[in-house]
């Protein structure tokens, strides 16, 4: 799979967690610092990624995850 599909779908689990428009999510951004993640949401993040990619991850490897380019990456390594 493409990086840019990863990310398109990546942007869009996180837009729908975190009540945002995807389009205002840079690859930069941090979950918690840029985009207000708080531990529950992070946890709905995890469990996004995995039900949109059809994937189990290594929940604990997973939230150490700070932000969204890293977490496009960390995605890849499954799919």
Do not use: H, P
Request: charged share 30%; glycine share 6%.
């Amino acid at each position: 799979m493409e990086r840019n599909e990863i990310k398109d779908r990546v942007l869009k689990v996180i837009a729908e967690v975190l009540d945002t428009e995807a389009s205002l999510i840079g690859e930069d951004d941090n979950f918690v610092f840029d985009l207000g993640a708080d531990s529950m949401q992070s946890l709905q993040l995890v469990a996004g990624f995995e039900e949109e990619f059809g994937i189990e991850m290594d929940e604990d490897k997973a939230l150490e995850v700070q932000t969204v380019g890293s977490a496009v990456d960390f995605i890849a390594q499954y799919v």
